[in-house]
C-alpha cells in the first residue's frame, strides 16, 4: 500500500520569505499523480499544485513550486515571497493511476504541515 | 472552475438521532464522489468511495450501517449518520472527481458535525 509521509509537523516563515515543505512517498508503482492541499482555518481544501510523476519537470505554479525527485520518492514544496494569507495546513498526497476507476482512484493524504506566517 | 457544495456547513444533533450530509458537483458530473472524515489537527481520512448507481465501497472499520452513503445521481451524494452518538462528532469532507481519467478533485467546504 502505498503511504504518505510528512515529517514537519509545524513550520514557521517570515513573510516575503522563502520556505520549503517536505515530503516523502513510498509506491512500487511507476505511473502516479502527486497533491499540495491547502486547507486555511475555513477548512476548505484548495489544491495548491500537481505533478505526474511520467514528467520529469517539475510543476510551478506562480509563488509555489516543487522539488520532484521520484527515485528518492520525495516531492517537497517551495513557497515564495510568502504572504500572510499562505498561513495554513498544507497536506501532500498521493493517487495512483492505475485504480483511478471503481471504488480506487482516492487521494492518499499525508498527516499534514501546519505553516505558519510571521509578520 | 468545478465547484462542489456540501450542506450543512454545521450541524448540532441531539444523541440517538439521524443526520444526512449532502454532496453536490454544481457544474459536472461526478461519477465518484469520496467521504472523509477529519478529526482536529489531524488528517483526512477515506470514509468510503461511492460511485454513481452502485453501492459504496466502505474503508476498513467504517460501519456502512451507520455511515449511509448514497449515490443516487451525477450531481448528488449523501452521507447519512444514523443513530449519531457524541463520538460521531467531527468535520465530514466531500470530494467529486468527473467521470474518465481526469485526475481532478474538487472537495466540498465540509460539515462540522457536533453530537449531543
Known amino acids: 500500500a502505498q503511504t504518505v509521509t510528512q515529517s514537519q509537523p509545524e513550520m514557521s516563515v517570515q513573510e516575503a520569505e522563502t520556505v520549503t515543505l517536505s515530503c516523502t512517498y513510498d509506491?512500487?508503482?511507476?505511473?502516479?499523480?502527486l497533491f499540495w492541499y491547502k486547507q486555511p482555518p475555513s477548512r476548505q481544501m484548495i489544491l495548491v499544485i500537481r505533478?505526474?510523476?511520467?514528467?520529469?519537470q517539475n510543476a510551478t505554479e506562480n509563488r509555489f513550486s516543487v522539488n520532484f525527485q521520484k527515485a528518492a520518492k520525495s516531492f517537497s514544496l517551495k513557497i515564495s515571497d510568502s504572504q500572510l494569507g499562505d498561513a495554513a495546513m498544507y497536506f501532500c498526497a498521493y493517487r495512483s493511476v492505475s485504480n483511478y476507476g471503481g471504488s480506487q482512484g482516492n487521494l492518499i493524504f499525508g498527516k499534514g504541515t501546519k505553516l505558519s506566517v510571521k509578520p | 472552475g468545478a465547484v462542489v457544495s456540501q450542506h450543512p456547513s454545521w450541524v448540532i444533533c441531539k444523541s440517538g438521532t439521524s443526520v444526512k450530509i449532502e454532496c453536490r458537483s454544481l457544474d459536472f458530473q461526478a461519477t465518484t464522489m469520496f467521504w472523509y472524515r477529519q478529526f482536529p489537527k489531524q488528517s483526512l481520512m477515506l470514509m468510503a468511495t461511492?460511485?454513481?448507481?452502485?453501492?459504496?465501497?466502505?474503508e476498513q472499520g467504517v460501519e456502512k450501517d451507520k455511515f449511509l452513503i448514497n449515490h443516487a445521481s451525477l450531481t448528488l451524494s449523501t452521507l447519512t449518520v444514523t443513530s449519531a452518538h457524541p463520538e460521531d462528532s467531527s468535520f465530514y469532507i466531500c470530494?467529486?472527481?468527473?467521470?474518465?481519467?481526469?485526475?481532478?478533485?474538487?472537495f466540498g467546504s465540509g460539515t462540522r458535525l457536533t453530537v449531543v
Open positions: 505533478q505526474e510523476a511520467y514528467k520529469q
Open positions: 509506491t512500487s508503482e511507476s505511473d502516479y499523480y
Open positions: 461511492s460511485n454513481e448507481g452502485s453501492k459504496a465501497t466502505y
Open positions: 470530494s467529486a472527481r468527473e467521470g474518465g481519467r481526469n485526475y481532478g478533485y474538487t
